[in-house]
């Protein structure tokens, strides 16, 4: 008899710890928020729109369609660069896709302690330790046709599409699928007050342009006339690398774009 109350008092006693682990000292819960990172995709400053729409291409001579739009999130962390405290995500690796009418693709964050924090890291594709791993977490699945083989990893970026060369040439077909771990490139974006304190009661939204045309014209120009393709070439896949770290931008809330 003695034994079982035992049994009882020390799984009471496991209960209430679990229980004030998720509360404060007044026996609150602790406040969770959800923050939801969208990504607007855009070509030259106008919305993507995939197939049809026909853009000038980067040199300024002929046009181009994009069909095809993919690139991999990874490593998402909200941080308070004063306190080191971090939000991390778990299995952070999110495939950004684009379709339909719609240029936005969103990213939810749930969980996230409603607290104070002044910048936001993630990363274009993925870390090389994921990049050469055979499990499947969240995005990371060969299902979604963005695995090469097991030797190079995944494709970080994806484009493909078709450019229109002036004077009625035959049009080239555009293919771009750059991997490589060493093509794995990390971001941080400072945050503005009224974005660093998540709250339980609403759904904090930072909103990121992305600006394919950086892809193909900062710091390395590409002319599709000459590179209308990027596979396996480390070479060109770093020079396109190079050129898409800088393509994403955090819009504040008056519409103004900010820099990494």
Known sequence: MRSFLTFIASSCCVLMLALEAGCNRDGTSEPRASVTLRFAAQVDRQPLHLGAQRYTAP??????????????????????????????????????????????????????????????????????????????LRDLNPNNQMAWNW???????????????????????????????????ELSFGLDEGERNPSAQTNTTLTFEIELMEMFRNPQDIDFNVLPSIKFDQGESKMFADNYADMIRLQNELGVMRDR
Do not use: W
């Open 151 to 185: 030797d190079v990893g995944y494709k970080f970026v994806l484009l493909e599409g078709t450019f229109y060369p002036q004077n009625g040439l035959t049009p080239i077909p555009l293919v771009y699928h750059v991997g490589y771990s060493e093509n794995y490139k």
């Open 59 to 136: 040199t300024g001579s002929g046009e181009f369609t994009v069909e095809d739009f993919k690139m991999y999130i990874s490593n998402v962390i909200l941080r308070n660069l004063e306190t080191g405290n971090a939000h991390v995500e778990k299995d952070s690796y999110h495939l950004v896709r684009f379709g339909g009418e719609s240029n936005n693709f969103d990213i939810v964050l749930e969980g996230v302690d409603a607290s104070d924090y002044d910048a936001i890291d993630f990363a274009i594709g993925i870390d090389p330790v994921r990049n050469m791993s055979i499990e499947n």
